[in-house]
């Protein structure tokens, strides 16, 4: 009677910890994400596979240039599970680019020699560089205002965004919001200093001095609980930019 009543206890025991589980929300995270810019000679494609750690965080990036593997990027943390480095290395195994992640409380404050800055919204600044020139974000609503500052010349508007109010950020990964920013490390996404911000841009206007260069206008594609599966850069007025980057994800 004592082994029914033990086994019982134990069967019990797995079905509310398989039910606990059964109720737990699900995250989303990135698996794939390739950039293809089909429109220039030669066409361009990058791909990147990310894996990620018991702990649900990144652990490295493979990234291949036109199928073949070009370099693997690892994320290496401390014991407190905060982002340590990251170290590149290249197809044959060397390394090529070592950044060291510097923390202040629980954001990144300096990867290399570039300092990050933040706002009370808790978004980043400025990203400044070692010799002092500086890029800074001023944050309006639905937009954000990119102004550069070089060494010796006056601070000129760079890159204005618009943002989505309903379609996610595909680089605002689940279980790694605190090292969001350095997705731009990862996937060479150029838009790092916004990697923070909840919502992809849906359009963006780049300066030269001051003046227009060029305008960026996307589409999208698909829907994988609220992220995107494609986006369309088709309007772009340089026509060796055009590109359509494509996502995949995962629940866990």
Aim: hydrophobic share 30%; net charge positive; with cysteine.
């Amino acid at each position: 009677m004592k082994k029914i009543i033990l086994l019982f206890s134990i069967f019990s025991v797995i079905l509310i910890s398989c039910s606990k589980n059964d109720n737990k929300p699900k995250q989303t995270r990135l698996k794939t994400y390739t950039h293809d810019y089909y429109t220039r000679t030669p066409a361009s494609l990058d791909k990147f596979t990310i894996e990620y750690n018991s702990a649900n965080k990144i652990s490295k990036v493979l990234y291949e240039s036109n199928g073949v593997p070009y370099s693997t990027k690892y994320c290496v943390y401390n014991s407190s599970n905060l982002l340590d480095s990251i170290v590149e290395r290249n197809a044959s195994g060397i390394m090529t680019y070592y950044y060291k992640i510097t923390w202040t409380g629980n954001k990144i404050t300096r990867y290399g020699d570039t300092q990050l800055t933040y706002n009370s919204n808790g978004l980043i600044d400025k990203k400044i560089y070692a010799d002092g020139s500086y890029f800074r974000n001023e944050y309006k609503g639905d937009s954000v205002l990119l102004y550069y500052k070089p060494v010796s010349t006056p601070e000129v508007i760079s890159d204005r965004y618009k943002l989505s109010s309903t379609i996610k950020n595909p680089f605002q990964i689940s279980g790694f919001e605190a090292e969001a920013f350095v997705t731009g490390i990862l996937f060479y996404y150029n838009d790092a200093s916004n990697a923070l911000l909840p919502n992809i841009e849906t359009a963006q206007i780049a300066y030269i001095n001051g003046n227009l260069w060029y305008q960026r206008d996307y589409t999208f594609e698909g829907d994988f609980n609220g992220y995107p599966l494609k986006r369309n850069d088709l309007t772009n007025t340089l026509d060796g930019n055009k590109s359509k980057e494509t996502f995949t994800y995962e629940e866990f």
